[in-house]
């Protein structure tokens, strides 16, 4: 039905999580109606995504050895804001309420799954910046699902001995929710009204 290299560009969409085969070739349809130009400049976009890597801090994504967060000297690096993925460092920094650093665990605890499995997340050295560095808060920002509040109970027994302050956002958020959906004020709010954990 169609060309090879049309067909090719949609298997390759299709594999995105979200867009499934009619998305797929509505994406390719468009970019084949744009000119040489932005069609170049998409490809180029897309092969300057390899050239970034994770933080060697926080594991957020950098275009250097460490991130823009962790690279400001203005930030209060006293306080640790812990997030599931980097998508959702963006919402919390549009609160404007957050002036501390980040932390990406790169997913969740699942309690259906075996321990074994949650080796790729970045909790060990979540723990060995704290110890190293005068860590004074721990803000656990994962979302408030089940694999969420598991990630999260996980954590403040992993951080309790550490004799450090335990907060998790205060349940402005909808259970089931994901912070990267959450609207401006409802994140300001769970940030400011954020809970002792420990």
């Given at each position: 039905?169609f060309?090879?290299?049309?067909?090719?560009?949609?298997?390759?969409?299709?594999?995105?999580?979200?867009i499934?085969?009619?998305?797929?070739?509505?994406?390719?349809?468009?970019?084949?109606?744009?000119?040489?130009?932005?069609?170049h400049?998409?490809?180029?976009a897309?092969?300057?995504?390899?050239t970034?890597?994770?933080?060697?801090?926080?594991?957020?994504?950098?275009?250097?050895?460490?991130?823009?967060?962790?690279?400001?000297?203005?930030?209060?690096?006293?306080?640790?804001?812990v997030?599931?993925?980097?998508?959702d460092?963006i919402?919390?920094?549009?609160?404007?309420?957050?002036?501390?650093?980040?932390?990406?665990?790169?997913?969740?605890?699942?309690?259906?799954?075996?321990?074994?499995?949650?080796?790729?997340?970045?909790?060990?050295?979540?723990?060995?910046?704290?110890?190293?560095?005068?860590?004074k808060?721990?803000?656990?920002?994962?979302?408030?699902?089940?694999d969420?509040?598991?990630t999260?109970?996980?954590?403040?027994?992993?951080?309790?001995?550490?004799?450090?302050?335990i907060?998790?956002?205060?349940?402005g958020l909808?259970?089931?929710?994901?912070?990267e959906?959450?609207d401006?004020?409802?994140?300001?709010?769970?940030?400011?009204?954020?809970?002792?954990?420990?």
């Amino acid at each position: 039905m169609f060309p090879a290299q049309f067909k090719k560009l949609i298997d390759a969409f299709s594999a995105l999580p979200g867009i499934g085969p009619k998305m797929a070739e509505r994406l390719v349809l468009y970019l084949f109606k744009q000119s040489d130009d932005d069609i170049h400049a998409f490809a180029r976009a897309l092969k300057d995504i390899s050239t970034l890597s994770r933080c060697k801090q926080c594991f957020n994504i950098a275009d250097q050895e460490l991130c823009t967060f962790c690279r400001d000297p203005h930030r209060d690096k006293t306080i640790i804001c812990v997030v599931q993925e980097p998508l959702d460092i963006i919402p919390i920094e549009r609160t404007r309420t957050f002036h501390g650093l980040y932390h990406v665990l790169g997913g969740t605890i699942s309690p259906k799954i075996d321990a074994k499995e949650h080796a790729h997340l970045t909790i060990a050295p979540l723990l060995e910046r704290i110890k190293r560095n005068a860590v004074k808060e721990v803000i656990l920002a994962t979302n408030p699902t089940t694999d969420g509040d598991a990630t999260a109970l996980y954590l403040k027994e992993k951080l309790s001995p550490l004799a450090i302050h335990i907060s998790r956002l205060a349940r402005g958020l909808t259970t089931g929710a994901d912070i990267e959906y959450a609207d401006d004020l409802t994140l300001r709010s769970a940030l400011i009204n954020r809970e002792k954990l420990a």
